[in-house]
């Protein structure tokens, strides 16, 4: 009779461990989400990390900068900086700051547009120099400034 007792409670045991294996949801694999943001920026300062050859403390100070997003500045941003304060100080607007902005970025260095008003001191230290008065002056200044 102990025996059949103590089968008899194996037997509800093992049926009841059964019935929640059934009952409890079956987990399946799922797709992994896109990585974050942070996850990407963490593989990249990582390569970069690996590249510069980092250990240790450097490693550590380099990957905690990176992934605050303090990388340090490219020439070209550096150079965008720049012409930006340039452009500032000029007080460029519109069209001529995009045409100013399109040469200091490209590197070359544009001659600066010849204004009226530098053609006319030109004009007039040229036509001072040479002495001219009255109409020859004027005829001076006139083919000097359309020229």
């Known amino acids: 009779m102990k025996k059949l007792l103590t089968l008899i409670a194996l037997a509800g045991s093992f049926s009841l461990s059964l019935a929640q294996t059934a009952a409890a949801p079956a987990t399946t ?9 942070q996850q990407n920026r963490m593989v990249s300062c990582n390569k970069e990390a690996g590249a510069k050859n980092l250990a240790g403390d450097p490693r550590k100070t380099f990957m905690k900068s990176c992934l605050a997003g303090e ?8 150079r965008m900086v720049t012409c930006n304060k340039e452009a500032g100080e000029k007080a460029l607007k519109g069209d001529p700051r995009k045409a100013f902005m399109k040469t200091c970025l490209s590197g070359e260095t544009a001659a600066a547009p010849v204004t009226q008003q530098s053609k006319m ?3 007039n230290a040229e036509a001072t ?9 004027k005829a001076f200044m006139s083919t000097c400034l359309k020229g």
């Open 129 to 137: 120099t040479k002495a001219l008065k009255g109409d020859e002056r």
């Open 29 to 37: 694999t799922t797709p992994a989400a896109a990585p974050t943001a």
């Open 71 to 78: 990388t340090e500045q490219t020439t070209q941003q550096s």
């Open 121 to 123: 001191t030109s004009c």
